[in-house]
């Protein structure tokens, strides 16, 4: 049996033919919603017209600094014309750090593709949320589907780069980024669809080079349970930039972020790696 909550009611023939989304030949009942949508996360941006002058420039917190810095380099990652999937966390940062003529198409699995920024307080739709259920807007052009849709997608390859976080990744490509044993998890979400295709879809890890015991989560092994097995092809962190060898495992420093040498990285990287002959800034 199929039961619609339905916010409003209409007459019958006043959806029109190309507007409907589900068939009544599968609903059996329909209910009256009482109740206002809830929003669980409801992230807004400043209006255009909102006056900022007066308002102090808070210091960045080191924390953000990190993570600015690694979503400033993941940005580069991104090419005009692009489908991207940004997983929660510091990969949503990423987009704010393009320059204005990279135009992509991002993708969350909850069935949105062409995501926009964050809305005003105005535009905010409790029926446009992303995978990490934050308010959104979506660009011209943009679509809507169900999840099976939106799987589909990613696992069939039509994705170019997928940006997930990490808890650990290994010097071959493997990534754990869904739970710690003992731990509360809440899920995988989509990410072990994600990396299931990394032939087709290139991931991208993003992460601090140390957990918040200084422990390195740049490993030679996962210790946590894996999300895929080599699937990363580059590496992230607050330190440098790691390019990994999926085929025939392990890594090669390619970036060092400003100030840090590759002495550094070997003090707090617990994978083996070889540094690239022209080694570069990450910028």
């Known amino acids: 049996m199929s039961i619609v909550e339905a916010e409003e009611i209409v007459p019958v023939g006043s959806i029109h033919p190309d507007d409907v989304h589900l068939p009544g030949i599968y609903v059996d009942r329909i209910i009256k919603a009482t109740a206002e949508k809830g929003i669980e996360a409801r992230m807004t941006r400043a209006s ?18 990190r993570r600015e810095r690694i979503a400033k380099r993941a940005s580069k990652e991104l090419h005009n014309g692009m489908y991207v999937n940004l997983g929660v966390g510091m990969p949503t940062l990423a987009p704010s750090f393009l320059n204005p003529d990279v135009k992509v198409w991002i993708q969350s699995e909850n069935g949105l593709l062409g995501l926009g920024p964050y809305p005003t307080e105005d535009e905010v739709d409790a029926d446009l949320i992303n995978a990490g259920k934050e308010t959104v807007t979506m660009v011209p052009g943009g679509a809507t589907f169900d999840s099976a849709e939106s799987f589909a997608m990613i696992r069939g390859g ?16 493997d990534l754990a980024n869904y739970m710690i044993p003992g731990k509360v998890v809440k899920g995988m979400g989509g990410a072990m669809d994600l990396v299931s295709n990394p032939e087709q879809t290139k991931i991208v890890c993003l992460t601090d080079h140390v957990d918040k015991y200084g422990k390195s989560k740049v490993v030679q092994q996962c210790s946590l ?57 990450m910028e």
């Open 48 to 65: 255009e017209s909102t006056s900022t002058e007066s308002v102090p420039a808070k210091e960045k917190s080191p924390a953000l600094v």
């Open 158 to 173: 039509h994705v170019d780069v997928s940006i997930l976080g990490a808890l650990q990744v290994s010097a071959n490509g």
């Open 225 to 281: 349970p894996l999300t895929g097995a080599r699937v990363v092809s580059t590496i992230i962190t607050d330190l440098c930039v790691f390019q990994v060898d999926r085929k025939n495992g392990g890594l090669t420093l390619t970036e060092l972020a400003e100030g840090v040498t590759v002495e550094d990285i070997k003090a707090n990287t617990d994978a083996s790696f070889t540094v690239a002959k022209d080694i570069k800034s």
